[in-house]
């Protein structure tokens, strides 16, 4: 079964650290987001990412953050200067029926950011 | 603005007996119901959804849900738990035409005592 990979499973970056977390999609899906999860807290949504565009953004997702497809397959998230609570589980999803709103969500296992 | 809420942090039950997972939602127009599960340190796995017709959907692992438009839920349900499906569980709610992401709930641990 096709499956969203992530990439690094834990990072442990110093504070002021740029990170990237990678993903790569489901190859036939067209819409793709990143959410993260503070422990112990709800999953938040970050972003999402249609046509080679931010299509939506949360609040949370401010100039600190940014997204790219540099190619066919991967999805990227970038902190430019990580802070103490960017510490979180970061989860890239993917779907491919967002178009008619009834589509699910296909989310990876997930990178674990620690900021020190 | 939609939002999901999960009542209980946390539901006990014991193997074999039926379970509920409360969720209820509020949003302007008629929402796309979700439910998903996660199992320790893994990502949210899709259990089932409601999008239109029958207000009983029926999903993996032998989950179901019933969605009740008057009293804005959408509760989960399984007639006969498993200590397997002690778990993480979280409700999502997706508003045609207002946007493309999923809303969260809080999460319910569900534990299931042998």
């Known amino acids: 079964e096709p499956e969203v990979t992530q990439t690094p499973s834990h990072q442990v970056t110093q504070m002021g650290q740029e990170v990237i977390l990678r993903c790569v999609p489901i190859?036939?899906?067209?819409?793709f987001y990143w959410y993260r999860q503070i422990l112990g807290q709800k999953v938040e949504f970050l972003v999402s990412?249609?046509?080679?565009?931010?299509?939506?953004k949360s609040e949370i997702f401010d100039d600190q953050f940014s997204v790219e497809r540099p190619d066919g397959s991967n999805f990227t998230l970038k902190i430019r200067s990580t802070k103490l609570e960017d510490s979180a589980m970061y989860f890239c999803?993917?779907?491919?029926?967002?178009?008619?709103?009834?589509?699910?969500?296909?989310f990876g296992e997930g990178s674990r950011l620690t900021v020190l | 603005a939609q939002s999901v809420a999960q009542p209980e942090d946390q539901v006990n039950v014991a193997e074999g007996n039926p379970l509920t997972v409360k969720c209820t939602y509020s949003?302007?127009?008629?929402?796309?119901l979700f439910w998903y599960v996660q199992y320790p340190n893994r990502g949210l796995q899709f259990l089932l959804k409601?999008?239109?017709?029958?207000?009983l959907v029926k999903g993996s692992y032998g989950f179901e849900a019933e969605f009740n438009k008057s009293q804005t839920s959408f509760h989960l349900k399984k007639p006969s738990a498993l200590v397997s499906d002690s778990a993480l569980y979280f409700c999502?709610?997706?508003?045609?035409?207002?946007?493309?992401?999923?809303?969260f709930g809080g999460g319910t641990r569900l534990m299931v005592k042998p």
């Open positions: 999803a993917s779907s491919d029926q967002v178009g008619t709103g009834t589509g699910e969500l296909f």
């Open positions: 190859s036939n899906h067209l819409y």
């Open positions: 990412f249609y046509n080679n565009e931010i299509s939506e």
């Open positions: 949003v302007s127009g008629n929402p796309y």
């Open positions: 409601y999008i239109t017709g029958d207000n």
């Open positions: 999502a709610v997706r508003v045609p035409n207002a946007g493309n992401m999923l809303t």
